[in-house]
């Protein structure tokens, strides 16, 4: 008998036996690998340029993710233009702020936090390598048929000084859809970083792939809306930049704090202010923004205090007590304070002469593409091991090799 189990064994695939071992967690302090980095970014690879490059950015402040989760459950009511302006208050970075349109990937996001922590982790330490991740993904999805155009996005192939790069656009300029895949379809089964603990659709029978309703952009930001042109998020994907539309961030009334110009694009900076004490994931990150962190925990702590003096004591119990219900595993999640900090611009206003004017310049990514700054770094190391986020239903791990 068990002669004949070895015989059966020496049968089996390799690859099969692989996807059927979950990959291991790398250690913390260690940049990932290419194939890890294909792996982690494999979930939101296939995004729209413009929720992708958002995703990354707002993945770097994990604890604000779920600040946002929690105050759209207590919102449930906050829809359109009212949803915008509620947002607007709340003291987090424009990238969470501007998130909450999209309820379904807050959610999704919140599902594995653990995951997202680590993508963001990856991304301030291997910025350029983790774009090259996302291209690499989409080549192979591309070159095995099962990416291209369809009715809700765009796909395009360019090349820039020898280097192909396929960008996805919303097709219509004033929708945007929330696509929904199954990683293991397009790629296999992760063979060096598990996948992202979400719900993932069965791929039987050509339901591998979905959209969910298309979101008029319209109804959140007013009958100005120019187009994803003019989104705040962007890539440079030539010069692996992530650009930042500054016209977008003050026109909108989101958070413009370490933003200098009204007008006009800039590469993508880390705001330590916003992390909240959420550690690095090595000593490199750690020693570029670990101050920030400390200083702005302190400021906060100082903030808190004068607001608590000056509220009454029924207001501040029943502050604590929503504080209490609010947490990010075992970490005690603080509830977010209003924006103190407005532009000259409020709220979500008409006048399409000012948003042309504020958005000049960004329309086109092109300037980007050759630029060879921004803040691009390499080396480092994100994605810190541990155990992976809860929530979520289960996926990834499917039979067959890498496609």
Not at 10 to 32: D, T
Not at 129 to 156: F, Y
Request: glycine share 16%; proline share 7%.
């Amino acid at each position: 008998m068990r002669a004949v189990l070895c015989a059966a064994l020496l049968l089996v695939p390799a690859q099969l036996l692989l996807a059927q071992q979950p990959p291991e967690l790398p250690p913390p302090n260690q940049a990932l690998t290419p194939d890890q980095l294909d792996d982690l970014v494999a979930p939101v690879a296939l995004y729209p340029d413009p929720l992708v490059s958002q995703i990354l950015v707002a993945s770097t402040y994990p604890l604000e993710l779920v600040q946002a989760s929690q105050w759209l459950q207590r919102n449930p009511g906050l829809t359109g233009a009212a949803l915008t302006q509620a947002a607007q208050q709340q003291n987090w970075d424009p990238s969470i702020q501007a998130l909450v349109i999209f309820p379904d990937l807050v959610k999704r996001l919140n599902q594995d936090i653990t995951w997202t922590t680590n993508l963001g982790n990856a991304f301030l330490g291997q910025q350029a390598d983790v774009m090259d991740a996302v291209q690499r993904m989409r080549s192979k999805a591309q070159q095995a048929g099962k990416l291209s155009s369809t009715p809700q996005q765009t796909v395009t192939t360019t090349n820039d000084n020898g280097q192909s790069e396929i960008t996805i656009q919303p097709a219509n300029p004033q929708v945007i859809y929330l696509p929904n895949y199954d990683p293991a379809y397009f790629w296999g089964p992760p063979l060096y970083y598990p996948y992202a603990s979400w719900f993932y659709p069965p791929y039987g029978g050509g339901a591998y792939w979905g959209f969910g309703m298309g979101i008029p952009m319209g109804l959140y930001f007013g009958g100005g809306w120019g187009g994803w042109g003019g989104w705040g998020w962007g890539f440079g994907w030539g010069g692996h930049n992530l650009m930042i539309n500054n016209g977008f961030i003050h026109r909108y009334n989101f958070n413009s704090r370490g933003i200098g110009s009204l007008n006009g694009r800039s590469a993508w900076s880390h705001d330590a202010s916003h992390r909240q004490g959420v550690p690095y994931s090595n000593s490199a990150v750690s020693s570029r923004y670990g101050g920030n962190v400390r200083q702005n925990l302190q400021s906060r702590a100082a903030a808190s205090q004068a607001q608590s003096r000056g509220a009454s004591r029924a207001e501040s119990r029943a502050a604590a007590s929503q504080a209490k219900a609010e947490r990010m595993g075992n970490r005690q999640v603080s509830r977010s304070a209003p924006n103190q900090n407005r532009s000259a611009f409020g709220g979500v206003r008409d006048g399409s002469a000012a948003r042309m004017q504020s958005d000049h310049g960004y329309s086109s990514l092109g300037p980007a593409r050759s630029s060879g700054g921004g803040s691009a770094q390499r080396g480092g190391g994100g994605g810190g091991g541990g155990m992976r986020g809860g929530g979520g239903g289960g996926g990834g791990n499917r039979g067959g090799g890498r496609r």
